[in-house]
Structure formats: structure tokens, C-alpha cells
């Protein structure tokens, strides 16, 4: 069985500050790792997928996750956050099946 | 390239009532998903089309729902007699192939109130 724990339901920086967005997976098989970003009104969106290679990932809009399989994490970094990195973002683990099992997502609060 | 189209954007219907959301992949995805999120909880698989046959449907909740995908195009998902905890976002996702190769394109959902 899969699962993906996604700490913290809420996250506030300022701008300009780091944004660290938790997420911890368990799975029975080698797992691929994606982060989705749900702006309003908007469809999820992927930011970044680790499948097999370099477990440092790098996405769109400057975020970066890595893959930690000792620590069965994939925590989602950007080093400098901007007022329109305000979303909610979504954790998601997939392995032998093609579905997408979701953590509870992490709302992003940036404030000037 | 149009993407993922849901449509309603919104329904509001009462206990008991019927209601069928309906997807429409990008064109030329064989793969379209549904999920659903709950209030406050998870985003949660409901099933997998390839084409038109269903790959996989473990997680639909129960006979009241319905899903099809006629001629391996547009899908709908009919909820018949709806219920309260039937409430949420239902979205649909398409992708060209297997999940770890290639992107689920998600659409902007269908929130459905059932009162």
C-alpha cells in the first residue's frame, strides 16, 4: 500500500523568505514522487516529478524537491518566495498502479 | 491545445436527486482518471479509463456512481440518488500513457453540493 503525510495543513512566509512544503511517503515499491500546485479556480498543475535518476529534482517557478529514501521523504524547497507562489500544493506518490495517491495538501500563505 | 474541460463548473442538487459531471480529455489522451476531494481530506482516486474500458475502479464508493467513457473520448461520471457525503470537488485528469512517464493534465473540477 501507498501513503503520502504532508506536514503542516498551512504554511506562512514572507516574501522573499525560504518555503519548505514537508512530505513523507511510504510505499511497498520504488515510488515516483510528483508535487502538484492548485492555484484558485485553477486545476492542479504539476511543479515536478522524481521518477528514477537524480533524486535532486528541479521544477517550474524555482521550486525543487528532493528525493530522500532513507528519510522516505520529498520535501519541496524554493529558496526565495514570491506573492504569487500563493497556492495550495499537493503531494503525490504513484508506483506499480497508474492512479495517484495524494497527501491532504498545504495551503501557502506569502505575505509582503 | 485545449486542456482538460469539466463541465459543470458547479452543481448544487438536493438528497436523492440525479447528477452527471462530464469530462473531456486533451485530445488524443487514451488515459483519463477521476478523482474526488472531500472538504478538508484528500484528493482520492475514484478510477482509471484506457480508452473506453475501465483499467481500474477500486475506488469508486459504492453502485451509486457511475462512470463511462463512450468511444474512448469524453467521460461522465453520474451520481444517482445522491447523497450528503457525496459533496466535493470531482476532477478529471488525462495523460498519454503510464503515470511515472508521462503527466496527468488535471481539469478544474466540478464542485458538487448536494443538500
Known amino acids: 500500500a501507498q501513503s503520502v503525510t504532508q506536514l503542516g495543513s498551512h504554511v506562512s512566509v514572507s516574501e522573499g523568505a525560504l518555503v519548505l512544503l514537508r512530505c513523507n511517503y511510504s510505499?511497498?515499491?520504488?515510488?515516483?514522487l510528483f508535487w502538484y500546485v492548485q492555484y484558485p479556480n485553477q486545476g492542479l498543475q504539476l511543479l515536478l516529478k522524481?521518477?528514477?535518476?537524480?533524486?535532486l529534482v528541479k521544477g517550474i517557478n524555482g521550486f525543487e524537491a528532493e528525493f530522500k529514501k532513507s528519510e522516505t521523504s520529498f520535501h519541496l524547497t524554493k529558496p526565495s518566495a514570491h506573492m504569487s507562489d500563493a497556492a495550495e500544493y499537493f503531494c503525490?506518490?504513484?508506483?506499480?498502479?497508474?492512479?495517484?495517491?495524494f497527501g491532504t495538501g498545504t495551503r501557502l500563505q506569502v505575505f509582503p | 491545445e485545449a486542456g482538460v474541460t469539466q463541465f459543470p463548473s458547479h452543481s448544487v442538487i438536493e438528497k436523492g436527486q440525479t447528477v452527471t459531471l462530464r469530462c473531456d480529455p486533451i485530445?488524443?489522451?487514451?488515459?483519463l482518471y477521476w478523482y474526488r476531494r472531500v472538504m478538508g481530506k484528500e484528493i482520492k482516486f475514484l478510477l482509471h479509463?484506457?480508452?473506453?474500458?475501465?483499467?481500474?475502479e477500486s475506488g469508486m464508493p459504492n453502485n451509486r456512481f457511475l462512470a463511462e467513457r463512450t468511444g474512448g473520448t469524453y467521460s461522465t461520471l453520474k451520481v444517482q440518488p445522491a447523497e450528503l457525503e457525496d459533496s466535493g470537488v470531482y476532477f478529471c485528469?488525462?495523460?498519454?500513457?503510464?503515470?511515472?512517464?508521462?503527466?496527468?493534465?488535471f481539469g478544474p473540477g466540478t464542485r458538487l453540493t448536494v443538500t
Open positions: 485528469a488525462s495523460s498519454q500513457g503510464r503515470t511515472g512517464a508521462y503527466e496527468q493534465y
Open positions: 510505499s511497498s515499491v520504488p515510488p515516483y
Open positions: 522524481y521518477t528514477t535518476g537524480a533524486t
Open positions: 503525490a506518490v504513484s508506483g506499480w498502479t497508474d492512479k495517484l495517491i
Open positions: 485530445s488524443g489522451h487514451d488515459n
Open positions: 479509463f484506457v480508452k473506453e474500458s475501465k483499467q481500474d
